[in-house]
């Protein structure tokens, strides 16, 4: 059984933003904890004793404000292994820093973070599973994307990989078989092959009656190893096409995003100011493409609304397939963003291309209309979603819930306004968010971010349209073959549809990285899950699982 999160610990207060900056902070930790220091790229960093982990993340918690483990990465030198807990403000995620966590070789053991962060639970199951870092303290340490007979561990640096592996079939047990209550508890499984699960996902679910007592997301049916195949490619050109496959539900463009981000800070290339609009009214595009199809599955996981809903959705989705094919000659994995700006300008002529455009944006406001009154306003979806699946303020921060699903519980948080990228902060729009935190709270967010992403989308193409033809730079000059320095470590994020999506990378001097690592939003979504579905029911399950979104090519990476 997964132990509940303890949220009791003093938390920083949510109505006085904290003033400390990213270098004094870690000067403080330095000063209490820290061997020394371990500067990155994107933030000041800090490192500091195994056996400290839990005592420093609590001061930078409660003394500084770092209330956000945004991701951790492990990985193995040739003469340590080392996890490094990426911190941020949610309050303002520009002031960053990274706290790193060295243990020998010989004994790979640190103390866990989990019991500060229940985001980091995950974070350190996966890092033990693939690198093999024991975590003390940990309250649920055992693998998590493979299977717990599995030998050895695939990321790190002995690993035999023509070693063979057997895979009994084990038996499930009741996780709360020494239960002494009164009454019968029942192991229910749910997938990993159900159209409700969104996905090849595993829940093990144990009921008291009807009643939800826990919730056990077992992931790793579709682990692709994304990760080690981007660093087994090169910077400049082969990486590209992978970030496209972790989100198959039309993001793509916002993953590609991600990376172009993180290996131009890495590489300093300068994106050129019409690239940057470009990119940013794709990116839009692909995030419609998203929500589209969340809202119309959802009303087929909550009423079974097939015929209208659900086609509805599909119809105007394809309309946002078609403007993206016209853009970027693909309909689902785009590859169209490059190091340094895009592929290609827009598609000739462009009066076609922008009446296109213009056209969809303008219906849109009656369509949404029509997606209110047959989701929002039904009764029978609205005691389906209302006051279900709540999740609260503290608990979307302390499981590093970001997107939709943090900004439906209250939390003001969007990498686009507030660690601001592309040409968004040229633009005008508003960040969405509803304060209940519950599964209708979620659908809300997602209906009205559409409409600011036409309204960003619409801005961006009369940019475009008045653009002076010589002045139209597509591409910085990028040298053919990318050679960070040695060891030059940079994390950066953008706000992906699903939330923020990071990417880690470390460089060791030649064209390839020596970490890459993904840090997608729905594997911290689907970390809350058992959050907000205990004391519920099953059909209150599946409408909470549903509003979270969940994509598995981005939680299996």
């Known amino acids: 059984m997964q132990p509940s999160a303890d949220l009791s610990q003093e938390q920083p207060s949510l109505d006085s933003p904290a003033t400390v900056t990213a270098e004094a902070a870690v000067d403080a930790v330095e000063s209490r904890f820290g061997v020394h220091r371990d500067d990155h790229l994107h933030a000041p960093g800090v490192v500091i004793r195994p056996d400290a982990v839990q005592d420093a993340l609590k001061f930078l918690r409660a003394e500084t404000g770092f209330d956000h483990l945004s991701c951790a990465t492990a ?25 790193v966590v060295p243990a020998p070789l010989d004994d790979p053991t640190t103390e866990s973070a989990a019991p500060v962060f229940p985001t980091a639970g995950w974070h ?43 895979v009994p079939y084990t038996e499930n047990v009741n996780p709360v078989q020494e239960d002494e209550r009164e009454g019968n508890t029942l192991l229910l499984n749910i997938g990993p092959h159900h159209p409700a699960t969104h996905g090849v996902l595993h829940l093990e679910v144990t009921l008291d009656g009807e009643q939800v007592v826990d919730v056990d997301p077992d992931i790793g049916y579709i682990h692709r190893c994304e990760e080690q195949m981007c660093q087994s490619k090169t910077y400049r050109h082969q990486i590209m096409p992978y970030p496209d496959r972790w989100d198959w539900g039309g993001a793509g463009l916002l993953n ?9 800070r890495l590489a300093d290339i300068e994106v050129p100011e019409y690239a940057q609009v470009v990119r940013t009214m794709a990116a839009e595009l692909s995030r419609m493409l998203s929500h589209f199809l969340a809202v119309g599955a959802y009303a087929l996981d909550v009423i079974g609304d097939f015929t209208a809903t659900f086609m509805y959705a599909i119809k105007d989705r394809e309309r946002v397939q078609n403007i993206l094919e016209d853009l970027t000659g693909q309909r689902l994995m785009f590859n169209y963003f490059r190091l340094g700006g895009v592929v290609w300008d827009l598609p000739e002529p462009r ?23 047959l989701l929002t306003g039904n009764e029978v979806l609205q005691i389906r979603t209302v006051d279900t699946g709540v999740l609260s303020t503290e608990t979307a921060k302390a499981y590093g819930c970001t997107g939709p699903v943090a900004r439906g519980s209250g939390v003001d948080y969007d990498l686009r306004r507030d660690d601001s990228y592309g040409y968004y902060d040229q633009l005008e729009w508003d960040v969405v968010t509803q304060s209940d935190g519950d599964n209708f709270a979620r659908l809300l967010v997602r209906l009205r971010e559409i409409e600011q ?50 990417i880690y990378i470390r460089a060791d001097g030649t064209d390839s990285p020596a970490r890459f690592k993904i840090r997608g939003p729905s594997f911290s979504h689907l970390q809350a899950l058992p959050e907000m579905t205990r004391g519920g029911y099953i059909p209150d399950l599946v409408a909470t699982l549903g509003s979270l979104d969940t994509i598995m090519g981005e939680v299996d990476r």
């Open 351 to 373: 009066e076609e291309f922008f009446s296109k455009l213009y056209d969809f944006v303008d219906d849109l406001p009656e369509k949404l209309i029509e997606y209110h009154d």
């Open 75 to 99: 990985q193995q030198y040739s003469d340590r292994y080392e996890t490094i807990y990426h911190m941020k403000r949610y309050d303002d995620p520009t002031e960053e820093l990274s706290v």
């Open 453 to 502: 992403s036409a309204r960003i989308v619409e801005q961006c193409a009369e940019l475009l349209e008045d653009w002076p033809e010589e002045d139209r730079t597509i591409q910085a000059n990028v040298p053919r073959t990318l050679k960070p320095d040695d060891d030059t470590e940079v994390y950066r994020a953008v706000e992906a549809a699903k939330g923020e999506l990071g």
């Open 124 to 166: 350190e199951r996966e890092a033990y599973d693939l690198i093999g870092i024991e975590y003390e303290e940990h309250p649920d340490l055992r693998r998590l994307l493979l299977p717990e007979t599995w030998q050895g561990h695939p990321l790190s640096q002995e690993y035999d990989q023509d070693r063979p592996q057997i």
């Open 256 to 264: 590609e995003w991600a990376y172009a981000r993180t290996a131009e």
